[in-house]
């Protein structure tokens, strides 16, 4: 609920309140507004989440399906990720390997459209913990010749990850990261990324997040 509202609330219920002698606790009142704002933004916010989650989602199937009309493979891939916090946010994360999937469909010689994924469950003690991580990127290949599978690239991307279980949270982030494909095999290939990420919950946050990979293409 918007602050205005909760002010114009409040002096409706000074104003009448007074005039017809009741007893008003006014500070229950405002208690009342604000577990129904907290409830409000939460709602909010998981809605949005699942709209994004089900964008990604649509996103992929298109993608797939678009993917099917031109000659480059499909690439699947994981990765091990360490992600640095710069500024005050200070913190240094290591994912060995990430537990996150990737899956690149060509959409042209020289650009892909990448959703990646991941999903934890933890349960003991009658309580369940899950975080998840979401987020669709498109790469963009320097080297036209490289049918995706040699070369540089540029990877914008945008997600969102958060967790559930006695409480829930959910933050949306978006970065930019410069990589390069090189290939082991005929339809093996390793893959190195350096990029910046930008996390916009909870007053906002940078960080760098390096990686290197395995990516299998179909064909």
Known sequence: M????????????????????KIID????EADIDAATVTTTRTWRSTLRHRIALSIAALAVFAGTASAQTPEATELGVDATVTI???????????????????????????????RGSLSVLSGGGDTF???????????HLNA???QRS????????GVSGFSG?????NFYGGVGVGLKRPILTQLGTRLEAGYV??????????????????????
């Open 151 to 158: 070369g540089m690239y540029v990877r914008p991307s945008l």
């Open 198 to 219: 930008r996390n916009f919950g909870n007053g906002g946050s940078n960080g760098l997040e390096l990686s290197a990979g395995l990516s299998w293409f179909t064909k």
């Open 85 to 115: 916090g710069l500024g005050d946010n200070s913190f240094t994360s290591f994912n060995l390997p990430s537990g996150a999937v990737r899956v690149g469909f060509p959409m042209s010689n020289r650009v892909s459209i990448e959703p």
């Open 2 to 21: 918007p602050s205005f509202q909760v002010q114009e609330w409040q002096e409706w219920w000074r104003n009448h309140g007074a005039c017809q002698n």
């Open 166 to 170: 006695d409480d829930s949270d959910s």
């Open 26 to 29: 006014l500070g229950a009142f």
């Open 130 to 140: 899950t975080s998840y991580n979401l987020a669709v990127g498109a790469l963009y």
């Open 145 to 147: 010749a490289g049918n």
